[in-house]
């Protein structure tokens, strides 16, 4: 079974892709973005310490981000939270918010191919949480614009490859 759930901050979208692999023997939670840093932000570093201590203590947790091999080498099911982070790591990594798009996202994007023919290819069950953007105003900065464009890219991709994709508003889930 592999599911993408998605839906806004705080829309209970992370407790929900949880709740899909609780029961699971053994659990993979990939972290896909960079550590969260106490000192240089101190809010996101709380939600992280929360997100963890409400998750089961046998659960392993990998931070990588390489979602590929994640994928592909997680022990038991394996729950990725979230691709906004691990886009957003990714840009980071290609300088691309301060370059120009096409000299960067063919990298992003055969990135993106890899993690996804990984989930093709796996037989365990994946549950990934992703955000959902763009439903709203179009952002004023260049980096909001590049950020929810290629999110949406990534979001489909990953969708096309999984049997379920979920929609958490509110706490609420709907199946898409």
């Known amino acids: 079974m592999k599911v993408l759930v998605t839906g806004g ?11 899909l692999v609780v029961a699971e023997d053994v659990v993979t939670y990939v972290a896909p973005g960079p550590p969260a840093d106490p000192e240089t932000d101190p809010e996101w570093a709380s ?11 046998y659960w392993q947790t990998l931070e ?19 691709l906004g982070t691990w886009l957003t790591s990714q840009v980071d990594e290609l300088d691309g918010w301060d370059q120009v798009r096409e000299d960067w996202e063919s990298v992003l994007l055969g990135r993106v191919d890899e993690a996804v023919q990984a989930l093709g290819r796996t037989e365990r069950t994946v549950v990934v949480v992703t955000n959902e953007v763009g439903l709203g105003v179009v952002p004023e900065h260049r980096s909001g614009r590049i950020f929810r464009d290629l999110l949406g890219v990534v979001n489909q991709r990953f969708a096309a490859e999984c049997d379920e994709v979920l929609l958490v508003v509110a706490g609420r889930v709907l199946s898409l």
Not at 64 to 82: F, H, K, N, P, R
């Open 64 to 82: 990588t981000q390489d979602l590929a091999a994640a994928i592909e080498s997680g022990e038991g099911a394996v729950l990725i939270d979230c």
């Open 9 to 19: 901050v705080r829309s209970g979208k992370s407790f929900h892709a949880e709740s």
């Open 47 to 57: 939600r992280v310490e929360r997100h963890r201590e409400r998750r089961p203590s």
